[in-house]
């Protein structure tokens, strides 16, 4: 058995969107008895909604939270000191920010990120206000007002979390150092007795390359980051060109 892992945007999909070479794709390597982990900074409960049919298990909030089934793999959730840390450097230069737990999203800082970062959850995901005495947070994203803004949070937040931003909008997902993808991937390969050989990762931002440098086998999508192709052993084709099939065809995954 082989374990094979994805990340959603610009990996996996176009927004909700698999393209049908990807969809045969797994569902043939499904069937030769691989499992296929969605490997993602979304939370368990976005990631269930859009994609549970594609997949065995989930990885979720970069690298923090593992499931299968009704099995928890791999819980990390953030300590409620580092969120004070973090809230308190954010809060010092008026960015915006949403925590996610397994199923919700709380925002805090300014006004105007609130709009720009429920576009991305699905409708009523996301509410604002953060009360430490009860979420169970695993990751938070950040919106920026302009490009002198993001380079703000990547200082204050500099040598505590990695900001991968999403494309043209002003926004970012951030992974807290400690925990990473590449993490959850090991202890998901520990946990289903798989040996790091057998494990393939598919990814194209900034919060994929510990996963890509984890795995047996790392792929990049030729829509990739620089960073994410120079650190993977092959680079498929682009998402919206059949990137997924082609790579997993590659390594003899699946017959095509």
Known sequence: MNLVFFDIDGTLAVGKMVPESAQKALK???????????????????????FHKYADGFICNNGRLAVMGDETLFDAPLS??????II?????????????TRDKGYYGGIE?????????????YMTKGIDMETIKAYNFDVYFKDMDHRKQIEDV????????????HPTA?????????????????????????????FGDG???LCMLKAAGHGVAMANG???????AEYVTTAVTEDGVYNGLKHYGLIEG
């Open 80 to 85: 409620r000191e580092v969120m004070e840390d």
């Open 225 to 231: 980051r620089d960073e994410v192709k120079a650190a």
């Open 157 to 168: 937040l500099d040598g505590i979390c990695l900001l991968n931003p999403h494309g043209p």
């Open 206 to 208: 900034i919060n994929d």
């Open 112 to 124: 105007e990120g609130f709009d720009f970062l429920q576009i991305a959850g699905d409708p009523g």
């Open 88 to 100: 308190s450097r954010l809060d010092s230069i008026q960015a915006g920010y949403v925590f996610h």
């Open 173 to 201: 997902d951030m992974t807290v150092i400690g925990v990473d993808k590449g993490d959850a991937l090991k202890h998901v390969a520990s946990a289903l007795d798989t040996p790091i050989e057998n494990t393939y990762a």
């Open 28 to 50: 043939e390597l499904r069937a030769k008895d691989n499992k296929v982990f969605i490997c993602t900074g979304r939370n368990v409960s976005y990631a269930r909604a859009n």
